[in-house]
């Protein structure tokens, strides 16, 4: 599960760490505000490749099909990496739509003495996170459908599993390029996708406030990822 995440940082801060060699001179348009607290609904920053440069847009988090919207059904906003690549839902977007969704690290909760506690996992070194994402997004392209994207996810393993049985696909950067580059086989991207994520020794997480269960746009501030002791209310 990946329900929230933190993308605070510039477009070209992220891209360096991919390959600066493939930065743009100029990104068409401009960073948004920083996200701390970024939920699904929301319009986040997508990295992928379009003619072989880097690239990126901001894209509402979440999709679901026609059908599903016409019958108000909630979007989708994550994918499984099991069944990314067969089910009706994503296997299009698995051959043209495979994109990283950047970031510092994303949100997990668990229920202590009845309620939901949140916890921000992100790497041990000082990098960002390069999460595995498909999209229906079609650069330079008019789509009738609603355009949206959801993260790869993957079974949590060792203490991560404490937080939540289900985490994001995290690439190293290498990995990411090949990922996004839709020239690389369908059957490598789904290897890359199914055993190249980074273990979850890579990681680490702690409590923070309780003023992250609110996705309200207003409660974003580099505060929310900071430590914080058991809250008692």
């Not at 790497?123 to 994402?133: D, L, S, V, W």
Request: hydrophobic share 35%.
């Amino acid at each position: 599960m990946c329900g929230r995440i933190a993308q605070s940082e510039t477009r070209r801060y992220y891209a360096k760490f991919l390959d600066p060699d493939l930065l743009p001179r100029e990104w068409i348009g401009g960073d948004t505000a920083p996200q701390f607290n970024l939920s699904p609904g929301r319009t986040a920053l997508l990295l992928h490749m379009l003619n072989g440069k880097l690239a990126s847009d901001y894209v509402s988090w979440g999709y679901r099909t026609p059908n599903e919207a016409a019958a108000k059904r909630k979007p989708w906003i994550n994918a499984r990496v099991e069944k990314a690549l067969t089910g009706r839902y994503f296997r299009h977007m698995f051959r043209q739509g495979r994109m990283i969704v950047p970031g510092g690290g994303w949100f997990e909760w668990t229920v202590e003495d009845g309620k939901k506690q949140p916890w921000y996992i992100s790497r041990k070194t000082n990098e960002p996170i390069f999460m595995a994402g498909l999209t229906n997004f079609q650069p330079y392209a008019q789509q009738e459908v609603e355009v949206g994207f959801v993260i790869v996810t993957e079974d949590a393993e060792g203490g991560m599993v404490d937080i939540h049985d289900r985490r994001p696909v995290v690439l190293e950067p290498q990995d990411a390029l090949r990922w996004m580059d839709l020239d690389t086989p369908v059957e490598e991207a789904a290897h890359i996708a199914q055993s190249r994520s980074v273990p979850s020794s890579q990681f680490q997480w702690w409590r923070v406030t309780r003023r992250v269960n609110r996705p309200d746009p207003a409660t974003n501030d580099q505060h929310l990822l900071e430590p914080a002791e058991y809250e008692q209310r």
